[in-house]
């Protein structure tokens, strides 16, 4: 009986390896951005996913009526951009995406005020404020496990996940989204670890 049990246990702690091991690297690592995807930025400029200059990239999806975390997190990116641009590595080492999940809702025109609410400029060489087709938005969360729905009211329900990827796309953190998820100071030590 205790051998079974002692079995029992080694298996168990050998599936849990296994468990933590899938979700915290490998699934990671398989995420990157979809090829043949093409958005709009928010003044309407074309943005392909497919010839992407090697950066390390903040990635955040947002919908522009979120009244608390998604605002909350792009605030948050905005004084880590400050705190980049002293580094003088905004833009040329460093990049900040932002998509929208909801297109539909999320004109152009509402972006342009979402990016002028947080400093994003049309020709930002740092940031893009990316809208796509709900088909193209979907592949895009989809390669990133980033989960949303709409109930109808406007309200999107979604995951809390931003993700730091490395100059070859591949996604090396994850961190969390709001005042409390996002926690500034680390996500600028990792970048700036990742640039050097």
């Not at 205790?2 to 091991?21: A, D, E, M, Q, R």
């Not at 990239?57 to 641009?85: A, S």
């Not at 940031?127 to 009211?153: I, M």
Request: charged share 30%; aromatic share 12%; hydrophobic share 35%.
């Amino acid at each position: 009986m205790k051998k079974l049990y002692i079995t029992f246990v080694s298996l168990l702690v050998i599936c849990i390896g296994i468990g933590i091991f899938y979700f915290t690297v490998y699934r990671q690592g398989k995420m990157e951005f979809p090829k043949n995807v093409v958005m709009e930025t928010a003044w309407g400029e074309q943005y392909s996913f497919d010839n992407m200059k090697p950066k390390v990239r903040l990635l955040e999806f947002i919908y522009t009526n979120c009244p608390d975390i998604c605002p909350n997190t792009t605030f948050q990116m905005q004084k880590l951009r400050e705190k980049l641009e002293k580094q003088n590595v905004f833009g040329n080492k460093v990049e900040f995406i932002t998509i929208t999940v909801d297109p539909k809702r999320d004109t152009r025109e509402k972006l342009q005020a979402y990016a002028k609410t947080f400093g994003i400029k049309e020709n930002d060489k740092g940031w893009l404020l990316l809208r796509g087709s709900e088909e193209d938005t979907k592949k895009v969360a989809d390669a990133f496990n980033f989960q949303y729905r709409d109930p109808g009211n406007g309200m999107i329900i979604h995951s809390t996940i931003t993700y730091l990827l490395d100059k070859n796309n591949r996604v090396i953190e994850q961190f969390g989204m709001g005042e409390k998820g996002f926690k500034q100071n680390e996500v600028y030590e990792t970048i700036m670890k990742e640039i050097k």
